[in-house]
């Protein structure tokens, strides 16, 4: 059962890069690790996902090293508009498999 | 077009009474989900159908019925509502990959 860590808050300025790291010890094999990102009163959104290395998409990078323990979302210059919280989540592909969102990351972004 | 959409958005009950929450995705997922996000802002899953069989039943109070009419549906029934089941919930669904998309939320205040 992969339980993830990640701090509570950050803050940063507009047009600065942003990565928020996630620690997840006892991350299965077959385990993916997807972030979202919750705005209030919104439901979660879905950014990005991967298993290993790196992947890049239009909004954000994700950043798995070969141990797979941690994980670390980069956000490119970012904007007011990504002030929100941010969650890592690690699950298999299966409908059946265990799925805990932690606490999250309120980022906070300043201009 | 709405992917996944929830009704009511706002829900006020009275302690005792029941009421039911509706939740339709239109992504043509095999699975969904029902959360509650409570005051705290932890997201915590209840219930997970694949293909409208029950998958994922988290320790939920048996007053909490889901009904999977099809596997674009899922809505969810509570008895006997208390001032504890306050909170909002959130409804998902995804596909084989995974990742999940969320509705917009039902905002139920019990008094």
């Known amino acids: 059962l992969a339980k993830t860590t990640q701090p509570i808050s950050m803050d940063s300025y507009e047009g600065q890069e942003v990565n928020i790291t996630c620690s997840h010890n006892n991350i299965a094999t077959n385990d993916y690790i997807t972030w979202y990102q919750q705005f209030p009163s919104q439901g979660p959104r879905f950014i990005i996902q991967g298993y290993k290395t790196k992947v890049t998409n239009e909004v954000a990078s994700l950043f798995i090293p070969a141990d797979r323990k941690s994980s670390t979302l980069s956000l490119p210059r970012v904007s007011l508009s990504d002030t929100a919280v941010y969650y890592c989540?690690?699950?298999?592909?299966?409908?059946?498999?265990?799925?805990?969102f932690g606490s999250g990351t309120r980022l906070s972004i300043r201009p | 077009d709405t992917a996944v959409s929830q009704t009511p958005k706002y829900l006020v009950t009275q302690m005792g009474n029941d009421k039911s929450i509706k939740c339709e995705q239109n992504?043509?997922?095999?699975?969904m989900y029902w959360y509650k996000q409570d005051s705290k802002k932890f997201l915590k899953i209840m219930f997970s159908y694949n293909n409208k069989e029950l998958i994922i039943n988290e320790t939920v109070p048996n007053r909490f019925s889901p009904k999977s009419p099809d596997k674009a549906h899922l809505n969810l029934h509570i008895n006997s509502l208390e001032l504890g089941d306050s909170a909002v919930y959130f409804c998902a669904s995804s596909p084989i990959t995974g990742e999940q998309y969320f509705g917009p939320g039902t905002r139920l205040t019990v008094t």
């Open positions: 989540l690690v699950g298999g592909y299966s409908s059946a498999s265990k799925i805990i």
């Open positions: 992504l043509g997922h095999d699975t």
